[in-house]
């Protein structure tokens, strides 16, 4: 008789074990519903599946209000540093655009000059006119790019500065979280779930074990007292 002592701890860890397994797979399993003689079978599909669009719609909303808030993600523009590169690349098209312009303008001037459309005469006049005109434009062109360039990039960035906020409130960073995750399929779900979360879960299940072999030595004990 002393063996059905062992019999409730033993019965209780493997019941707890398999109770908590069993939680677990319910989670995600079965993928689908399933029916039986046109019936749906009760708890199918898994919790996860069953309840997806609620999931992402609870997800989609923590990043929205908590993770990429739009206060965070001007913080993140701000930090990129963009206004410095934005300054680069204006710089770097004005230097284009001006040395494409004064290169016009040079060429047109001494077109002028060796068609005689300017009345000069001599070739040591004109190599003078023709270096003076030179540093002349050289001169024109460091002006006007300073000039561009500063009032280029204050109005470009007063124009970011006034349309960042609107086009981050245009993000639709909830929508977008929505799509994403209702696009992962369950199987890829599970494993992503259970991939990061397996020690944990295996505790939970070691757990179940433990605690249903407790229940059976409490109740192997009540059933010697009587």
Known sequence: MHWQLFLPP????????????LAIKMLFRPFEPK???GIKVPFTPGLIPKRRKEIAEAIAKTVEEHILPQ????????????????????????????????????????????LGKINIKGTIVLTAVDKLLDKAIDNLKEKLKKKLIEKASDKIE??????????IGQLKIREM????????????????????????????????????????????IVSLMN
């Open 10 to 21: 033993i019965l209780g860890a493997f019941i707890g074990y398999i109770t908590n397994w």
């Open 35 to 37: 029916y039986i003689f």
């Open 71 to 114: 206060e965070k993600l001007m913080k993140l523009f701000e930090d990129s540093k963009y206004k410095e590169r934005l300054h680069k690349r204006i710089e770097l098209v004005i230097d284009d655009l001006i040395e494409s312009i004064v290169s016009d303008i040079r060429k047109t001037i001494k077109e002028g000059i060796s």
């Open 158 to 167: 007063k124009h970011i500065e006034e349309e960042l906020p609107i086009m």
């Open 177 to 220: 979280v929505i799509e994403t995750f209702m696009e992962i399929d369950i199987e890829t779900l599970e494993k992503i779930v259970i991939g990061f979360s397996e020690d944990q879960l295996k505790h939970i299940t070691y757990t179940g074990a433990i605690l249903g072999f407790f229940i059976g030595v409490v109740q192997s």
